[in-house]
């Protein structure tokens, strides 16, 4: 299976801050990496798919970008509702597989 | 509004089946993939399974961890997708989601999710 890891496993930032979280491919998965958020108790949410493209409804402060092995979500000017877990996933192979998450916190 | 439900979790007994429901509104179900995910309490996310949708002759396919125990199946007529899952142990404790499937490469990535039921496996 494709391994993804994600760092920083955890990350402290404020209100306004441009914070950027890092997925890294045990193999190269071209651009078919996609990233979720979760906030606790709900079920994740698609942000952004094919490593760059916004999905509908998402703010454009979220931003994807990498290609290969190496992938980052950028949030641009972090707002309250921003605090939550990120997960990317590989859906290159099968089986799909995600990262260990980003807890943000404040 | 477009959404998923699940229904069917519950507390079981190892060895023991229990089956899961996933309910589809607003959106032509027959269509999509239809993916099971599960997150153990405090960990991440995990893919189980899934079946496609009526363009790829509603084929599964499943984790290694889940092969053989869990079967996905689908009802399109009723805008319904199922997790029978059988002979279940300990590690399959946890908060099990369904999600509408985007076709990637070979896999799918996931845009639309239900809520969550928790299956807690104990005797």
């Known amino acids: 299976d494709i391994l993804m890891t994600q760092s920083p496993s955890s990350l402290s930032a404020s209100v306004g801050d441009r914070v950027t979280i890092t997925c890294r491919a045990s193999h190269s998965v071209s651009s078919w990496v996609a990233w979720y958020q979760q906030k606790p108790g709900k079920a994740p949410n698609l942000l952004i798919f094919?490593?760059?493209s916004l999905q509908s409804g998402v703010p454009s402060r979220f931003s994807g970008s990498g290609s290969g092995t190496d992938f980052t979500l950028t949030i641009s000017y972090l707002q309250p509702d921003d605090f939550a877990t990120y997960y990317c996933?590989?859906?290159?192979?099968?089986?799909?597989?995600f990262g260990q998450g980003t807890k943000l916190e404040i | 509004e477009v959404h998923l439900v699940e229904s069917g979790g519950g507390l079981e007994q190892p060895g023991r089946s229990l089956r899961l429901s996933c309910t589809g509104s607003e959106f032509t179900f027959g269509d999509f993939a239809l993916s099971w995910l599960r997150q153990a309490p405090g960990k991440g996310l995990e893919y189980v399974g899934l079946i496609r949708g009526k363009g790829f002759d509603k084929t599964p396919d499943y984790a290694a961890s889940v092969m053989g125990r869990f079967i996905i199946s689908r009802d399109d007529s009723k805008d319904v997708a199922y997790l029978q899952m059988n002979s279940l142990r300990s590690d399959d404790t946890a908060i099990y989601f369904c999600a509408r499937g985007r076709r990637g490469l070979l896999a799918y990535y996931f845009d639309l999710w239900g809520q969550g039921t928790l299956v807690t496996v104990s005797s």
């Open positions: 094919q490593a760059s």
């Open positions: 996933q590989q859906y290159s192979y099968f089986p799909s597989t």
